[in-house]
């Protein structure tokens, strides 16, 4: 099976942005962040960068903020780590499907609960 090059860089691009994230991007606003996973377009412009910030919602605003305000020095330390024609722009999203499946395990465990209950 063949990849498209837009799925190599998808990769090469959420490790190199996770180990920045892990590193520290120099911003105090950025709370504890996991990239989870990143989609580039085909034509290799545009990423969209899905991260779980825990937290409150607050919280999570506050560090996608900080996201976003640190896009720029990110696109420079991808531009110089990676050797693309073009940086794809960076849009970062939050990552709700830990929350989704974390509500269907509590929904099967009040499930299973009622179950036990004569």
């Known amino acids: 099976m063949r990849y498209k090059r837009a799925d190599r860089v998808s990769a090469l691009i959420l490790r190199e942005l996770a180990g920045m994230i892990e590193e520290g991007v120099k911003n ?3 709370g504890f962040v996991t990239v989870t996973a990143v989609e580039v377009s ?3 412009r545009h990423a969209k960068v899905y991260v ?3 937290g409150d919602d607050a919280g999570r605003a506050k560090t996608l903020k900080a996201l976003e305000n640190s896009m720029p020095r990110m696109r420079r330390e ?3 780590t990676l050797d693309l024609r073009y940086v794809p722009t960076l849009a970062f999203h939050v990552d709700r499907s830990f929350d989704h499946a974390d509500r269907i395990n509590r ?3 009040e499930i299973r609960e009622e179950e036990k209950e004569p």
């Open 52 to 54: 779980v910030a825990h």
């Open 78 to 80: 991808l531009a110089r």
């Open 28 to 30: 105090p606003n950025i």
């Open 42 to 44: 085909d034509d290799l």
């Open 107 to 109: 929904l099967l465990d």
